[in-house]
């Protein structure tokens, strides 16, 4: 992936043992399920409920990292996002693709001060 080449190998590899796991063999293998690969190929993806508005419920305020050179969230994807979510905020890590590492000092930046002018109380409650 072109995008995952312009990172260090430090992130690289961070990012390779996220997915994969070694063999006792040696070999390298996905960490997903085999038949849920299988699965997806033979059938494709499943279809999916409309989770937007589960969104409009979530209590929690939501902070949403968008890497801009995400091949799978896309600019105006994450910006409804941030408009269902009733406490949603964007932050937008430039030239990075889509697994969110957050190592970037734009996203650390943000994270930290998410956190700390928030009151999570709130996310505290049980649903029925």
Not at 103 to 124: K, S, Y
């Amino acid at each position: 992936m072109p995008v995952m080449a312009s990172r260090s190998a430090e992130d690289q590899r961070e990012l390779a043992l996220g997915v994969l796991r070694e063999r006792p063999d040696g070999w390298w293998v996905w960490k997903m399920d085999p038949a849920y690969v299988q699965q997806r190929m033979q059938h494709g993806a499943p279809p999916r409920p409309s989770l937007w508005p589960v969104l409009q419920r979530l209590p929690c305020p939501t902070l949403v990292v968008w890497k801009t050179q995400s091949d799978l969230l896309s600019e105006g994807q994450a910006r409804r996002l941030v408009e269902v979510l009733p406490g949603g905020e964007l932050v937008a890590v430039p030239g990075v693709g889509h697994a969110p590492t957050l190592v970037e000092p734009v996203a650390l930046a943000a994270l930290e001060r998410f956190l700390n002018r928030q009151n999570f109380g709130v996310c505290a409650r049980t649903h029925p």
